[in-house]
Nanobody
Framework: QVQLVESGGGVVQPGGSLRLSCAAS????????MAWYRQTPGKQRELVAR???????NYADSVKGRFSISRDNAKNTVYLQMNSLKPEDTAVYYC????????????WGQGTQVTVSS
């Protein structure tokens, strides 16, 4: 059974930091590109950051210089370090695993809420 389980969300004041984690099970994690997306009510889910198996990273312009994605293949976990948080970062954050390059399926986590508010 494949699972992507996010953790680390919560409420934080503007300027604060949070670290999200996504623990994967049931997949060959090292072969998966992993990503974080976020979604707010009434809007499409948007890519926040992505890390390939190489690893190569890329970020949405809105989070460059503030967020950092990393992975630990030994722990089957991907992280999103979020610094200098802004109210507009408030969203549900989803972990995404993309194994299509190696012929594997793609998977989504259940999401974790991040709220940036004073």
């Amino acid at each position: 059974q494949v699972q992507l389980v996010e953790s680390g969300g919560g409420v934080v004041q503007p300027g604060g930091s949070l670290r999200l984690s996504c623990a994967a099970s049931g997949i060959l994690f090292s072969r998966y590109a992993m990503a974080w997306y976020r979604q707010t009510p009434g809007k499409q889910r948007e890519l926040v950051a992505r890390i390939t198996s190489s690893p190569i990273t890329n970020y949405a312009d809105s989070v460059k210089g503030r967020f950092s994605i990393s992975r630990d293949n030994a722990k089957n976990t991907v992280y999103l370090q979020m610094n200098s948080l802004k109210p507009e970062d408030t969203a549900v954050y989803y972990c995404y695993g993309d194994g299509r390059y190696y012929g594997f399926p793609e998977y989504w986590g259940q999401g974790t809420q991040v709220t940036v508010s004073s």
